[in-house]
């Protein structure tokens, strides 16, 4: 089974930049649909990028024309570009895998399989 693990989480100032990494190992990488989920203290998790196993991607309102979902089949690893960031992303980010023979893209924290650990960013005005 693919055992994600993120990386890449830190501290940066409104309107700076962060890449987080999100590592598959131990299944068919390519054969899983992967989700970024975030969760600030006090408020569910919710999704914010989603990609399929054929690149097809989804963003949540907050994130769209500043997040960027990519995967890299080669190196089982699913990215989470974020530009302009804002005090509002901060959370802990979380990377999800779900198995899936026939493709698409999955936006509810139910439908993921594999969790990873997650990652703090924190955002400062």
């Known amino acids: 089974q693919v055992q994600p693990v993120e990386s890449g989480g830190g501290l940066v100032q409104a309107g700076g930049s962060l890449r ?4 598959a190992s131990g299944g068919t990488f390519s054969r899983h649909a992967m989700g970024w989920f975030r969760q600030a203290p006090g408020k569910e998790r919710e999704a914010v990028a ?3 196993n054929s690149g097809a991607t989804y963003y949540a309102d907050s994130a769209k024309g500043r997040f960027t979902i990519s995967r890299d089949n080669a190196k089982i690893t699913a990215y989470l570009q974020m530009n302009s960031l804002k005090p509002e992303d901060t959370a802990v980010y979380y990377c999800a895998a779900k198995e899936t023979v026939y493709g698409g ?3 509810l924290r139910a439908q993921y399989e594999y ?11």
Do not use: H, M, R
């Not at 987080?20 to 590592?23: E, I, Y």
């Not at 969790?115 to 005005?125: C, D, I, K």
């Open 105 to 107: 893209i999955f936006l």
């Open 20 to 23: 987080l990494s999100c590592a």
């Open 115 to 125: 969790w990873g650990q997650g990652t703090q960013v924190t955002v400062s005005s």
């Open 50 to 52: 989603a990609i399929s």
